[in-house]
């Protein structure tokens, strides 16, 4: 995702502002002018950009800067501050209860992954044992119905529409009606989107809703639309009480920052992304550790705690400090992949690991970058103690490559791919000596 681009910016900005000898109003306003280029580039409104810098500036005290506090350390945290209160306006208005029927209806642009996305979130509220239920209120798409029945078919989730009725108020009713009769706990009403803001959807929304009186409307927005989020997502607001936002296609070459718009359009905070076509490809939106990945800091807090549920207890405290020493060797690496392939489903594990994710494990390719992992470490089988525990890959000299390539019966040319994953992992967790390591449940950005 194009937002990693942004933590990029951000970082380069503060390491620059770092650099300076002294930090006086011009080098704090340079470096919040670099991230204001920054944000803006990634489609975040222009108006929440300049309110944020504004904001900065009145919490960063100059002062303090000059008694020679770690200047990026606070500007950082102001940032990461700012970003996670644009992004948290609250709970969303509803929160459903299992065992207990709630109605929530699906607002969206055509195009915009709505009827993906009701059935993704069926599909993830079912895993966890409720009865949800679709109902297609989609008349104005051919084919609406049909998609969405093939995909409450492929996961076994009831669902009501028809081919015949044209008007959406009275599919709606009937098919919330009927799944209240069978117990159903969450009844999903996708509704009609067409292609821009028009005042027809607007009407039949309304009306849908006045007919359904839905618990909880969502607002379902697509992430790549840029700029135009702010206004899309306000139109919406404006015409049905949305409570909730859920942001789809962040697996593609989206920008992002949509996603911190729509939250302000609508003040309503993002309860999942998705993430890919298929229907896990869904994630609970969390506001800290996405703005922690988004600033490239990786998610401390869902890192350590997996460090904490996987790694021998007796083992914790000096991998914790071998990590914020800087020194990651081949075996620090080597005991990660252990770990990884340990944790589970290792998409999940990779995100919050800085480095790990985009590079050695596109994502949907998860087998692959498994038996990467594996043939990663067979190779490390065949390193003596010295190659392992030097963080000095010179030692690695052609003589070495060539014995453990032999003794693990790979060609050279993976034994140096290896190496150059474990130099490049290397270069950015070399950046991390110095980290404050939080403990259990702590969020630290920093
Ligand atoms: P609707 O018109 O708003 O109901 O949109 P659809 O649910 O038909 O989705 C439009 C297209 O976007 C389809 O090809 C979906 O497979 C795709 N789509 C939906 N959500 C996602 C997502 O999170 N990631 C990706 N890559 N594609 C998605």
Redesign the pocket.
């Known amino acids: 995702m194009v937002l990693a681009q942004l933590g990029g910016s951000i970082s380069r900005a503060l390491q620059q502002m770092g650099n300076a000898t002294v930090i006086d109003e011009k080098v704090l306003n340079e470096c919040l002018n670099e991230i204001t280029r920054a944000l803006l580039q990634s489609d975040v409104q222009f108006k929440l950009v300049r309110d944020m810098q504004t904001n900065i500036k009145k919490i960063v005290n100059l002062d303090d800067l000059a008694a020679g506090h770690n200047k990026r350390r606070i500007i950082q945290q102001a940032i990461f501050n700012e970003l996670c209160s644009i992004l948290d306006p609250g709970k969303p208005s509803f929160v459903p209860k299992k065992g207990k029927p709630s109605v929530i209806m699906f607002v969206?642009?055509?195009?915009?992954?709505?009827?993906?996305?009701c059935t993704k979130y069926a599909f993830h509220y079912q895993k966890k044992g409720w009865k949800p239920a679709l109902v297609c209120a989609?008349t104005f798409?051919a084919g609406?119905f049909d998609?969405l029945k093939q995909n409450a078919t492929k996961a076994k989730i009831p669902f009501y529409g028809s081919y015949m009725e044209s008007d959406p108020v009275k599919i709606a009713v009937e098919g919330v009606d009927r799944f209240k009769q069978e117990n159903c706990d969450l009844i999903i009403v996708?509704t009609s989107?067409r292609h821009k803001q028009e005042a027809s959807l607007f009407e039949e929304m309304r009306q849908v809703s006045e007919a359904t009186k839905p618990d909880l409307v969502i607002f379902?927005m697509d992430s790549s639309i840029g700029q135009a989020a702010f206004d899309q997502a306000q139109a919406f607001k404006q015409s049905v009480s949305v409570g909730a936002v859920i942001i789809?296609?962040?697996?593609?070459h989206a920008k992002g920052g949509g996603a911190l718009s729509a939250v302000a359009a609508t003040k309503s905070p993002v309860i999942f992304i998705?993430?890919?076509?298929h229907m896990d490809?869904f994630e609970v939106f969390d506001v800290k550790p996405f703005v922690s990945r988004l600033l490239g800091m990786g998610d401390w807090s869902g890192f350590m705690d997996k460090i904490h549920e996987v790694v021998p207890m007796d083992q914790q405290p000096e991998l914790l400090q071998k990590l914020s020493e800087g020194h990651f060797t081949l075996r620090i690496m080597y005991e990660q992949f252990q770990n990884i392939l340990k944790m589970g489903p290792i998409g999940q594990v990779f995100s919050m690991l800085p480095g790990f994710s985009s590079e050695l494990m596109p994502k949907g390719r998860e087998k692959e970058s498994q038996a990467k992992i594996k043939r990663y470490m067979t190779m490390m089988d065949s390193m003596t103690n010295e190659e392992l525990d030097s963080s000095n890959p010179k030692i690695m000299n052609d003589s070495r490559i060539m014995r453990i390539a032999r003794g693990a019966g790979r060609p050279l040319r993976d034994v140096m791919e290896m190496l150059e994953e474990y130099k490049r992992l290397a270069k950015i967790w070399g950046k991390m000596k110095g980290l404050k390591v939080p403990k259990k449940g702590q969020m630290s950005a920093l």
């Open positions: 969206g642009l055509q195009g915009s992954g709505k009827t993906t996305t989609d798409r609406a998609q996708d989107g379902v789809t296609k962040m697996d593609g998705g993430t890919g076509e490809e």
